[in-house]
């Protein structure tokens, strides 16, 4: 049975930090092409965070860049997300991902080999 754990999350203040992890089981890293991080804010669609290959390679979205660092640890099956200068807009529930094959962009989350952790909540106030 896969299971992705997300943690890390919590309350903190406009410019604090939070790293995020998940662990995995049921999956190896390595095996995976392609892991990521979503969230959902209030009212707002999901909205993909960033993603790293298999080969390690990155992708970030706009509102993110410069601010959040995603790393993964192969040998321990984790997935982190290191979250820097904190904006309220980025509160939200961000979740973890995993997808198998070979695409690995934000929208090839929509279909195929797919797994979703159940989500930590990110709170940042003004």
């Known amino acids: 049975q896969v299971q992705l754990v997300e943690s890390g999350g919590g309350s903190v203040q406009a410019g604090g930090s939070l790293r995020l992890s998940c662990a995995a089981s049921?999956?190896?890293?390595?095996?995976?092409?392609?892991m990521a991080w979503f969230r959902q804010g209030p009212g707002k669609e999901r909205e993909g965070v960033a993603l790293?290959?298999?080969?390690?390679?990155?992708t970030y979205a706009d509102s993110v860049k410069g601010r959040f660092t995603i790393s993964k640890d192969n040998g321990k099956n984790t997935l982190y997300l290191q979250m820097d200068s904190l904006k309220p807009e980025d509160t939200a529930m961000y979740y973890c991902?995993?997808?198998?094959?070979?695409?690995?962009?934000?929208?090839?989350?929509?279909?195929?080999?797919?797994?979703w952790g159940e989500g930590t909540l990110v709170n940042v106030s003004s």
């Open positions: 049921g999956i190896t890293f390595s095996d995976y092409y392609c």
């Open positions: 991902a995993a997808r198998g094959g070979q695409l690995c962009y934000f929208s090839a989350f929509s279909k195929g080999m797919l797994y």
């Open positions: 790293i290959s298999r080969e390690g390679m990155t």
